[in-house]
């Protein structure tokens, strides 16, 4: 089917060259090849018939199909775009047999920079500055036109041309002008229209390449884009603690999912001195590259604050309290944050030598926790405000360190937003702090690894069949009796 | 998510009807970016019908707060649904930005 429209496009547009041709051009591409086959069968397999020695019809739509031919090939081999427009420019000149010919190309559509602009053919640049000055000062800059004596055009009366025959031809796409192909002619009165009608067809068909090859180049970079990404979901993969801190004193488990390549949710943790344990969890306001670019710097931050400070007079100042380090994250953050962006984190340091936690809440979800010895599941209520919303002194008044002594079997369950806002049911209802409450209380008493799972399976089947649209993470971290560690 | 302005004298209300999320920030950012909201004396936002609230939409309210702060322009949220407003005060946001239960106590402001 394919073979047969092709064939009957090409040779119906070469016997009546007066159609308009742009609405069949798009799909030549697909069916050049097949339909160019056809017509030469047609033509070679003709039966004989006297041509007119004037007119050598034959030979010359040979010439113009392997033009066409040739335009059509240069995007399956992987030309560029300079290549099209030299096979467009020679082609045009073989088909109406011009004497010379340029072509001035838009550098901010073609890609091709302002010195190669222009291409020459037979002709020397200021022969043609001289022509484009006299043709400018009376014609529109666009437009098809053929001018069979150039000395009587307006912009040459009185000069005697070394061309007297001309064809201007704008390169124009759907969207875009690339350019325009002059072709000129010593003699006067050379061209005829239809010699306008096959440039149109040759310079549609540059179009179609060019614009197919843009179309490569698009997808090409959108590849290379999307392995740029993959790489930064394996960088950012490798911020996440892979290895969770065991002590016979709790347990810690973790899960952290996020919505895109790379995300803004973000936990991490570091023993210090002492047996003391520091946990954070936060969460970047918005998602994305930019999520998890302050992601990254909001784990540098806590690294760095976390140091031990050799300056410290005493045990409990070598270390910064939860508030002191959300102040400093806040400064330090000020300087960087977009102005609509935040960072929601609370910061626990756990001593368990002395069996309690210390914690900051800077506008983080609240801390659901199981206390064992007086079997209740609630949620600590402590204000504190999001870090990056205040970027002065003042943030200070706005953070409050929490203390809580705790019992063996008590749980403590730390998320970020994306697990209490995951959307279920019609895609309204959200998980919600009553569920996840509901849930801790129905499995307090298994282990932490347990209580994840238990949750994390009745969260996906809440959202079964919805899109996650933020980041979810999830710690459990049960205390414990002590016990001896198992012996090595 | 639709934005009305209802302005008076001295008072911009705006009211916020749908969802403010990060495609909808944009509507209600270009509506307080305005430089003649700052000629006003209160900015009253009608929550009445305000359904959710993401992050980028509290970002909208917080990437304006000093410059009303600094205009002094008091800015008023009145008419929250509790849903809401557990997302400012997860945020901290209840401590630093006003929030009144109905239209009376935001003209009384």
Redesign the interface.
Known sequence: MALLIGGVAVSSLLADRGTETSSWAPWLLLVADLGILAVLAKLFFRPAAPVPAEKPAVPRRHDEILSLQRLAQIVQRGQTSTQVYRVLLESAVQTVRADAAWLDLDPSHTGIDETNATQYYHLLPQQADTLRTGLLAHLPAEGDYVTNDLNQHPGFVGTSQAFRSLIQLPIRGLHNNYGTLYLIKIEPRTFAPEDLNILQTFTNQAVLSIENLELMRTSLENQRTQEELKIASQVQDSLIPKNLPTDNWFEISSHSLAAKEVGGDFYDFLHLQGRRLAVIIG?V??KGVTAAFHMAQMKGIFHSLMQENPLARNERDKFPVPSKFMAQANTALSHCLE????I?SSLYIIDYEQGGFVFAR?????TLYYHALREEVFYFQS????LG???NDSYEK?IKNQFYDYSPGDVMVIYT?GIVEARGGDGTDEYGEDRLKQRLEESYFQDAENIKSFILDDLNGFTHGHPIHDDQTLLVIKFKSAQPLPLA | MKVTAQPSADTLTLLLDGELDASSAIVLDTELAKPDILNYRKVLIDCAKLSYISSAGLGVFISHLQRFQDANVKLVFFNMQEKVFNVFEILGLDALMTIVPSVTEAEAA
């Not at chain 1, 102005?339 to 935040?342: A, G, I, L, V």
């Not at chain 1, 800077?362 to 609240?366: D, L, Y």
């Not at chain 1, 204000?383 to 999001?386: D, H, I, N, P, W």
């Open positions: 969460d306001s918005g102005k609509s962006s935040f929601t800077a506008g983080h979800c609240h204000a504190g405000l999001g919303i205040i970027r706005h937003d």
